[in-house]
């Protein structure tokens, strides 16, 4: 026994280099305990970030007896999908948008929003392949395929629920000119010369560190005295002067890009006579395409969850969805159908309701993340955003 010992410890100190190397790793390559630590501290802040949405999907499923037993912690007893259909109506995720586009060339009267309103949308909709096609064949040769995809992509917009519509009205025109003007200034910040540079710098920063409450108030007069207020242009404003929602934050992404262009490739493009713009639109902009992507993503999640704004500049005339949300509770003796469901205790509205709109309004993102993570994360991995 005592030999075996001893033959085991000699073994193991003549191969501990390689148990050392096993464990540790060595030069380029990792060592299992780093392999550990990597997937514990993946799993933990997956579980945190998770463990939320988990929930509420649960609870979303539960019935209003499931609720208040005790015994049911997680696995609702059977499925109660009534909540869903429910939020659906209270969401007005009932109805198409191409309802709302016959109402606005048939009968404008029936229109819930404003009839200036709902065509500004239509019309800003309709002119999505016209823009696509003209300013896609700067980079793309294929204009028809441009305007296939997204003819289709209005096609689709058409037969989507109108809330949802909405939303993406509010969130994807605002995220587009805050995206466009951001690379502007930051390009203009990050290649020119000029007095007040870092002023502007400085009250950029300024303006991204004061809390948003306290700017709204005059901005909210200044727009009822210029005649905005209850439109898009009393948020469409700011985002094009550089001061919507993270414009800052964008701003300073392409700055970072657009310094880290070699100045050669644009003095080259000089002395063959192309223009500032030229040199923006030609060069600048298909460098600076993780920082397109990073703003477009990250911006459009912010301005689709942004209630305090919206509430306040479109005074009600759009109804986005988390403003929808907001007011399921007082809208539910509209949804709830009292007088034909015999299953009265169900009805009321409780928190599983109100998980089910919020995973309603959350599908969206989830599908446009989905489709771009892959984009998204090699784009954060390029800018070396640490955190925000």
Do not use: C
């Amino acid at each position: 026994m005592m030999k075996k010992i001893r033959e085991y410890v000699k073994n193991f100190k003549t191969n501990l280099p390689s148990h050392k190397s096993r464990l540790l790793g060595s030069g380029a390559r990792k060592g299992l305990l780093y392999y550990i630590a990597v997937y514990f501290l993946s799993i933990t802040f997956a579980f945190v970030f998770i463990y939320p949405i988990f929930y509420m999907f649960m609870i979303s499923l539960m019935s209003n007896t499931d609720l208040v037993d005790s015994t049911i912690m997680w696995i609702p007893s059977s499925v109660y999908w009534q909540n869903y259909l429910f939020a659906v109506r209270g969401l007005s995720l009932d109805e198409s948008y191409y309802k709302t586009v016959i109402l606005l060339f048939t009968n404008p009267t029936e229109l819930v929003s404003p009839f200036a309103v709902e065509l500004r949308k239509f019309i800003v909709f309709a002119l999505v392949p016209v823009f696509v096609t003209l300013f896609g064949g700067m980079y793309f040769k294929d204009k028809g395929k441009l305007f296939g995809v997204s003819f289709i992509a209005f096609l689709l917009i058409l037969i989507l629920p109108k809330s949802y519509v909405d939303s993406l009205y509010v969130s994807g025109t605002i995220t587009l000119i805050t995206v466009i003007s951001s690379a502007l200034i930051g390009y203009g910040l990050a290649r020119f010369e000029f007095r007040g540079k870092k002023l502007i710098m400085g009250m950029m920063i300024l303006v991204y560190i004061l809390p948003k409450t306290l700017l709204f108030i005059p901005r909210a007069q200044l727009y009822s005295d210029l005649g905005i207020k209850g439109t898009m242009f009393a948020l469409w404003g700011p985002s094009f002067l550089g001061q919507g929602v993270q414009a800052t934050f964008f701003i300073l992404i392409f700055f970072q890009f657009f310094k880290m262009i070699p100045k050669q490739i644009e003095e080259s493009a000089y002395l063959d006579g192309a223009t500032s713009f030229n040199i923006f639109i030609k060069i600048a902009v298909p460098m600076a395409v993780p920082a397109f992507v990073i703003a477009a993503t990250y911006g459009f999640a912010v301005n689709w969850n942004e209630l305090f704004l919206t509430n306040i500049y479109l005074d009600g005339n759009i109804k986005t969805i988390p403003m929808l949300l907001q007011g399921l509770q007082a809208s539910w003796g509209r949804v709830a159908d009292y007088s034909t469901n015999s299953d009265l205790v169900n009805v009321d509205f409780t928190e599983a309701k109100s998980f089910a709109g919020t995973m309603l309004s959350i599908v969206p993102l989830v599908i446009m993340y989905g489709i771009v993570q892959r984009y998204f994360i090699e784009s954060i991995d390029k800018s070396g955003i640490t955190g925000e």
